[in-house]
């Protein structure tokens, strides 16, 4: 490695941002102000009904059969293939799109590669921490702008999201363009099993709750699922840190043994418990410029096993931990400006 001018890469970017115009920075504000994902979601659907209430009958019938089709999912393509295999060159064109090179550009997002990934083969390749909505998940892994097929040349990846956000107007053809589908066990099931590459987010909506800077706090000893479906379909498991994905966002305290955090932190898991993903409390929408790393680690292989016992998955769970400890420990100083890791 070529000695580094900056103590960390946080130091690197603010470098870089002194420089940029006030242009340049207006300019990528309203990127993001256009594509932050819960911003884009109201878009669409603001649009659909503005249709639907501008629409002659006819035209209604057409947007309430879609709209059924939709929310109830009848042609299951979210939970299947997405728009994986014929639809692969469409789907990386949607990718490559110059807007996200934006988006890039303003969190300075990287994709470190520490290690190689054969084509062909199998991944679930796991993001941690979850953050408010994984921002930096979207930039290197689930889109083009950090060339993710340039470092991992031919890994054909989908990437699981949310079910929820399938059942948005246009906002779920967009996702599906690009590469997203429905995280559930059958989707998973169906891409390892036909040798595909699976991006996750194990942390999940809990996870999300716990997104505050300065502290990676990662929901991992309950969650063993993830590593159940590896050895099922014999898929490697591939850890994958999102230095800085937790700073990029100032949330209410939910954690100090106060009233009012205590509280909030209770509201907060008996709505996520009805609405399947979390509501943690934002001072403010946009995130801010915080440098996103995404620390791609070495697979860790599963064996093909048809009916995993509690000790093997136990074995290899921990076999996980470890080896994203172990990533976290070589690249925490100058990535993750050194913030601190708890596993609970
Ligand atoms: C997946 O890869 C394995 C090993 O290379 C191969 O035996 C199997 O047939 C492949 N499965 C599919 C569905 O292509």
New binding site residues.
Partial sequence: MPPKKFKTAQEEFEAKKAKESVFRKVFLYLCMLLLFPPLEMLYFYTFFLYLFYTSPPFYRVLLSIYWTNMFFELDKFPSTSGWSGKWWPFRKFCRSLRCWHWIREYFDGELVKTAELEP??PYLMCYHPHGIISMGLQGSLALEACDFEGAFPGVDRSVATLVASFKIPFFREWILMNGFIACSRRTLMHHL???KTVVLVPGGANEALHSHPGIFKLHLKNRKGFVRIALLTGASLVPCLGMGENEMFHTMDNQSPGFFPQMLYKVQLFLMKRFTFSFPLLSHILPYREKVTCVVGAPLECPKTENPSLEVIDKYHELYVESLTKLYEKHKDYYGKGIKLEIV
Avoid: V
Wanted: glycine residues 40%; positive net charge.
């Fill in positions: 062909g083969k099993g036909r040798n």
